[in-house]
């Protein structure tokens, strides 16, 4: 789908949608809650949120949906066996969070998804099931599973993704003993293990830090069914608070002030960004990297460190974010763990702007077309994470026309 935007002035007020990160867990916690049903509410159409209750389907779990809310009754999935793969589509989230709940049942289990989320590593997981004798095969497209994950003493990198310590987090207190996960510094993405332990204390499980990298999971835990409601996405309301930076008249509602999300750093990034040329860590809150690119682009320029994950996102988003930041006139330099934007002479663009897929650089750049106009193609990867993002943007006086549509 094509996307051109015309410049506009921009006026309203936006709620934050629904946290993804938040959904994905509590949607897991509900599932596993096999003595009853849960209610889980602000739940989003995205694709990754489907894949996620698609793949809780194919292990047992049963739920119907109801606008934003979600009734599911749990499984009991050490008992699990799975005649067909779970499709994780492109969701990362998805396939490291269900592949250590595969490994509880000792049944064979296959996951699935396309060849760029396969791409993306899984040699956290792959080095467990070595170590503990548990087969493991990875296509292009696909993963398969069998045997049954031990409890006991883990050490995980801490500076790769956080999702494979949450993934065991959900596995490891339904393990008959006790286990610890020792994490090797530097962490990074450390809000999120906080929120996958926000989510499991809601429904029950206890996990405790020890120490600053250590964590204990006491084994032979139950999950509760619970009713719970998904709190607003600080990653997706970024989008739309960068647009007052230029010049609209936009707020967003709906955000906890108390919350935990690592991408509500958005607000003090954003202070630095307007006021100078500021040099901004991100490797806490990798997915802000779009947004806060594109504003410096249009600002004052920026340098970004701790940046060495955003190569294995949805796309290279460092790079690819540099290709189209280009076409508006602005210089940027990818290294290894770090990314200069350079203060440039920044205009509309000079040819239509590609998405690379990815839902986090269509939204950054729809913010900087509805300050100078211009069109994006592929703007159909919204539906990953906002589906519903082209229609909030439309209801706050974003002047655009689409063709081909989702």
């Known amino acids: 789908m094509k996307v051109t935007f015309t410049p506009s002035h921009l006026f309203g007020t936006i709620k934050a949608p629904p946290s993804k990160s938040m959904a994905h867990r509590m949607l897991i916690c509900g599932g596993l809650a096999h003595a009853g049903t849960s209610k889980i509410e602000g739940i989003s159409t995205s694709d990754d949120v489907k894949a996620t209750l698609r793949c809780l389907q194919t292990l047992g779990a049963e739920y119907e949906k109801n606008g934003e809310t979600v009734i599911i009754g749990g499984t009991d999935v050490r008992k699990s066996d799975p005649k067909d793969a779970l499709d994780c589509h492109e969701s990362g989230s998805t396939l490291r969070f269900f592949l250590p709940l595969c490994l509880l049942s000792g049944n064979e289990a296959s996951l699935k998804g396309t060849q760029r989320l396969l791409s993306r590593p899984l040699s956290v997981y792959e080095n467990i099931c070595k170590e503990q004798n548990i087969a493991y095969m990875q296509t292009t497209d696909s993963v398969s599973v069998k045997g049954k994950i031990s409890a006991g003493e883990y050490k995980i990198p801490g500076n790769i993704s ?128 779009p947004i806060l690119m594109a504003v410096a682009a249009a600002k004052n320029g920026a340098v970004f460190t701790g940046t060495k994950r955003l190569k294995i996102k949805e796309s290279d988003r460092g790079t690819a974010m540099a290709k189209e930041l280009a076409k508006f006139g602005v210089s940027v330099t990818v290294h290894e763990d770090s990314i200069v934007v350079y203060p440039m002479n920044f205009h509309a663009p000079t040819e239509t702007l590609y998405s690379h897929n990815d839902h986090r650089i269509v939204m950054a750049l729809s913010t900087l077309l509805c300050l100078t106009g211009g069109t994006i193609d592929g703007a159909e990867a919204v539906r990953k994470s906002l589906p519903e993002y082209f229609d909030l943007m439309k209801s706050i006086g974003a002047d655009f026309v689409s063709e081909g549509g989702f």
């Open 162 to 289: 956080s999702q494979f310590i949450s993934g065991l987090l959900f596995a490891l207190p339904l393990c008959e003993k006790d286990s610890t996960i020792n994490i090797i510094p530097p962490i990074e993405s450390r809000s999120y293990l906080e929120l996958t332990i926000e989510a499991l204390a809601a429904f029950g499980v206890k996990v405790e830090w020890k120490d600053e990298r250590t964590l204990f999971i006491k084994g032979n835990q139950v999950y509760h069914p619970t009713d719970v409601s998904v709190e607003g996405d600080y990653s997706n309301a970024a989008f739309f608070a960068a647009l007052g930076l230029f010049g609209h008249d936009v707020s967003v509602t709906g955000l906890s002030e108390t919350s935990r999300q690592g991408d509500k750093a958005y607000i003090k990034c954003f202070e630095q960004l307007a006021k100078g040329t500021p040099t901004i860590h991100i490797g806490d809150c990798p997915d802000l990297g």
